[in-house]
């Protein structure tokens, strides 16, 4: 350590003797897949119990309300859990939002639910690094800054959603309201690299579910009477296919319908996911799509119910966000740390924190690797590690590194 002031290596001293190993064994004994609304609830308790630790208001939210398209073109409403809020001193000076996810991938069917110490020091179970252990960081740092005289410059909101595994429908009208009028946002998605290193850009994502309605027809004595909803959605599926590039990944994942042999089919669900690089990508994916819906429902004489959009809008490095990686570099080189950050593929929460124009570090969580696999690991040093990293930085921030 070098360069830290008496306060800054107070709290630093503090965040790394928080029991965050315990936690973590004890939060990723219970399966909270992101459809066991009864793991999810139980989780969502016990971390109320823990952020109680913290000052000022800890509540469960009902999640937004969310429909599904169903293979037959209805819409069902799918349930999600209860989100966890924090609010802490609104009034302060410097306002921050820290936020993290508390469903993993694996459901109460999935083989993997139990934990393993690979080697020394390296623990293996679901959800280790993404992200009971970084939820476990993020509480540790806030503890440390709690405890330290510069907490009453700081305040701060803290959202642990329970559905950002499956794209956060029922929780980003949260983020997004809690992300308004704050210096900057911290989440706690494990490190990009099992050697600390951050993601930086990410690409956007869109789901779109796409409704298809032809007409049935005999298929032998009226055919032209039909029209084949089957037919219009290979054909959208080859032009959506079409407009991919390097900067935009298109992936035409499903279609569902049809009906009997001979039966004209007048019912196609086509899946499909889009990743632009950009904004100007996503606005060019959203108009090329667009154009695609109309012109298959021109020439196929069906109607086209288009469900879904662009739920994680691209995260580029703007100047802001430029500030706030160099400031985590600085931190950890104060700490004997080399940070660094490189792209990265993936989505998450920060994407939609960054569209709401609030400079994000997404990746403050763990290091560890393999995740969404039964090989997910953890590796427990870090722990101590990244909450002092996440402590400092907040410890400047508060102090005006950012402006
Ligand atoms: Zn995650």
Redesign the pocket.
């Known amino acids: 350590m070098r360069g830290l002031s008496t306060i800054e290596a107070a709290a630093v001293q503090q965040a790394g003797t928080q029991p965050m190993l315990d936690q973590v064994q004890a939060w990723a004994a219970i399966n909270s897949g992101s459809r066991n609304l009864a793991g999810l609830a139980e989780m969502a308790r016990i971390y109320a119990d823990a952020f109680a630790a913290l000052p000022g208001e800890v509540r469960l939210l009902d999640p937004t309300p969310v429909d599904a398209m169903e293979p037959n073109g209805s819409l069902k409403s799918l349930r999600h859990g209860q989100n966890l809020h924090v609010r802490v001193r609104p009034e302060a000076p410097v306002q921050l939002l820290f936020t993290g996810?508390m469903d993993t991938v694996f459901g109460t069917d999935h083989p993997f639910q139990a934990l393993a110490w690979r080697e020394e020091g390296v623990l293996n179970g679901p959800g280790v690094a993404?992200?009971k252990g970084g939820i476990a960081v993020m509480l540790a740092a806030l503890k440390a800054v709690e405890a330290s005289e510069a907490a009453a410059r700081i305040g701060y909101e803290v959202v642990i959603n329970s559905d950002?595994?499956v794209g956060s429908a029922g929780s980003a009208a949260l983020i997004a309201e809690a992300a308004r009028g704050k210096l900057a946002a911290l989440t706690y998605?494990p490190a990009a690299l099992p050697d600390g290193t951050l993601a930086g850009a990410r690409p956007g994502s869109g789901n779109f579910s796409i409704f298809i309605e032809g007409r049935s027809a005999h298929a032998g004595r009226n055919p032209e009477d039909g029209r084949n909803a089957i037919v219009a959605a290979a054909d959208l599926t080859l032009r959506l296919a079409a407009i991919k590039g390097p900067q935009l990944s298109v992936n035409p994942a499903r279609i569902e319908g049809g009906s009997p042999n001979n039966v004209v089919p007048d019912r196609a669900v086509l899946r499909i996911n889009m990743r632009p690089r950009t904004i100007e990508d996503q606005q060019r994916a959203q108009a090329a799509l667009d154009a695609a819906v109309a012109a298959v429902a021109a020439a196929h004489d069906v109607r086209i119910h288009l469900h879904g959009g662009f739920a994680r809008p691209p995260k580029p490095i703007d100047g802001q966000a430029q500030k706030l990686f160099e400031l985590v570099r600085r931190c950890g080189a104060d700490l004997g740390q080399d940070i660094s950050w490189r792209d990265s593929g993936g989505v998450?929460d920060g994407n939609n924190i960054a569209a709401c124009g609030v400079p994000v570090v997404d990746t403050m969580g763990v290091r560890g690797g393999a995740i969404h696999s039964e090989d997910e690991y953890l590796i427990a040093a870090s722990l101590p590690e990244r909450a002092q990293l996440s402590a400092l930085t907040i410890l400047r921030l508060a102090s005006g590194a950012l402006s």
Do not use: K, N, R, T
């Open positions: 996810h993404d992200m950002e595994e998605e998450c």
